[in-house]
């Protein structure tokens, strides 16, 4: 499996450098995603620009992503995707859970705006 991953101080950008997200992947993806988490990753943008297929068990790497980071920090899929992954995430219906941008540069923005949301009300209690 190719990927790139970029550590920010506030973020991480994991880049997908496949075009096929199926079975032969996903094990591995989830198991990095478990790695990063581990090594303190508290926001994870995961960019997909590359990727143009995407089966059931690569949607199963997507969704442990999203538990693993949903309580304690920011999982954000960025774009833009390809439109066969985007009717396959909105098929499956997980466009309502998942984040969603066309860009990672938006991406980025997405998870500096949570992190100041996440402040203030942590803030507040």
């Not at 992947?25 to 143009?52: C, W, Y």
Request: glycine letters at 6%; one cysteine or more; a negative charge.
């Amino acid at each position: 499996m190719k990927f790139r991953v970029d550590k920010q101080d506030q973020y991480l950008v994991f880049t997908l450098e496949e075009e096929n997200l199926n079975s032969s992947i996903a094990p591995g993806l989830k198991s990095e995603f478990i790695f990063l988490n581990q090594e303190g990753a508290r926001n994870l943008i995961f960019d997909m620009t590359h990727v143009k297929f995407v089966d059931s068990s690569g949607l199963s790497a997507i969704l442990t992503a999203h538990r693993i980071w949903k309580d304690q920090g920011c999982f954000v899929l960025a774009g833009p995707l390809q439109p066969m992954v985007t009717k396959l995430i909105e098929i499956s219906r997980l466009d309502s859970i998942l984040i969603i941008v066309p860009s990672l540069s938006e991406g980025v923005d997405y998870v500096m705006m949570d992190m100041v949301e996440r402040e203030i009300k942590s803030g507040d209690e």
